[in-house]
């Protein structure tokens, strides 16, 4: 089956930036949000990322209106329904996305494939709130943020995925011009499986005094040639996010390199949860010079 209709879950930074690749690529998507209000602000802010890839040549104003012609938004499951792939990019909130995957098993046509956007949730938890053939017909597609700049996507297939349909979705990210990793539906997938214990043994080395907070991003920045430190990178991530995910690996793998140290717990008790909040491993109240805050 050729997708041709797109149907995204949520207008959000993740789900908007899937619908904009989606669309700029000539498929035509329908956004599904919980309010009219956030489907507003959802395809406002595609509208002002093309406008900045359109002053910057890397398309021209003909593509942004009919990629943004392409784009539409509703507060209702069923007029997604018709779309070839439903790919999923709601809260990280395996019950919500459960309920949500039963109502659109009983909407969408048999041949419609599910995909969560996922970057820690089992894929196949989500898969058995649908019906048997469903089933077969789900498969994981983490896309990274910013999606319009980020090349990668993790594609993840469950004991039970259809070899076609996984090539199917294989295919698709490809459309989108994403670089595919493929991976089964074990937590924390390829990235945050390798990323998420070096974030917290970034945390350990901070905590247990071994360095300063610059002294550790300089360190992995200019020794290893990184692009950001890991303390810089989980006040990008979010410390709350970054949280969440090791939480959800130490109870399924009980391993202590998943273990959320005490210094990230006691910051998201805190409210210090990185760039979003302004403050984390760094005060962002100059975002463009931001110092490290002085935590132990």
Known sequence: MAIKKIGVLGAGLMGAGIAQVAAVSGYDVTIVEVSDELIKKGLSGIEKSLAKFAEKGSITAEQKDSTMARLRGTTKLEEAANAGIIIEAIIENLQIKRETYAKLDALCKPETIFASNTSSLSITEMMTATGAERQRRFVGMHFF??????????????????????????????????TVVKASDKTGFIVNRLLV??????????????????DIDNAMRLGCNHPMGPLTLTDFVGLDTTFYIANIMFDEFKEKRFAPPPLLKRMVQAGLCGRKSGRGFYDYSDPKNPKPLKLT
């Open 197 to 214: 214990p070096f974030m917290l043994d970034a945390i350990r080395v901070l905590e247990e005094g071994l360095a300063s907070i610059e």
């Open 145 to 178: 943020n910013p999606v319009p700049l980020m090349k990668l996507v993790e594609v993840i297939r469950t004991i039970l995925t259809d070899d076609a349909v996984y090539a199917e979705a294989v295919a698709l990210a490809e459309s989108m011009g994403k």
